[in-house]
């Protein structure tokens, strides 16, 4: 296998509790999710990434849905990954996150396309932020993922997988990582088409209404910048609300 996608899913969301079990329109947010990610044309293989802990549920569904599930552990998520990723040893790893049931099959072939085209240990489109919030994906080379696993001590680069590539790569001046940012003109940072938050779900449920769920994510992008009455649903929330809690934590120590 040279492409697997590994996407984490849990239930145990503070904010919004079995969030990616959520439906609309009778399909549960996951299912979206992983629908929309099979239609990518390189990748080879997706796996849900689970706990052991209370999310028997997701694997469930993971199995209906013909994905392999892999149960790691709840809170070191790196290790989840990488041991989920080891079952396969692919070339590079695809990560991404199940609260995105909008996410671009297309934006994951162009990104991987980039990767490889340049031979990066890591090249995602988060380093620099202007994609919508929901079209975060990054691709990062087996071999980095090992070498995180190894070396990574902070709990926050263990809770959220990447930082410790993301902070010791080419791109913002590190040596371990060869890396870049998949960038774009425009900003589009501010628009959300995650689930975090009540508020998400709803915005979520109002694109698909009016648009589908097979659409790209400039069509979902324009069609949230054009309609106030949706954007008001859920504007002002901060961006990877989960990762700056884990940095406050340690800095606080």
Known sequence: MRFLVITQARSGSTRLPNKVLKEIN??????IHLDRIAQSTLVDGIYVATSKEEDKKIEELAQKLGIPCYRGSENDVLDRFYQCAKIEKPEYVVRVTSDCPLLD???IDEILQGAIA????????IIEERYPDGQDIEVVKFSALEKAWNEAELKSDREHVTPYIRNNSSYKGGSLFLSDNHGIKDNFSNVRLTVDEPSDLKVIEKLIMHLGDDKDWRTYTDFYIKNQEIRKINEGIQRNEGYQKSIDKENNK
């Open 118 to 125: 340049r031979e990066l240990d890591y090249y995602a489109n």
């Open 105 to 107: 099959p297309k934006l």
């Open 26 to 31: 009778g399909k549960s947010l996951l299912q």
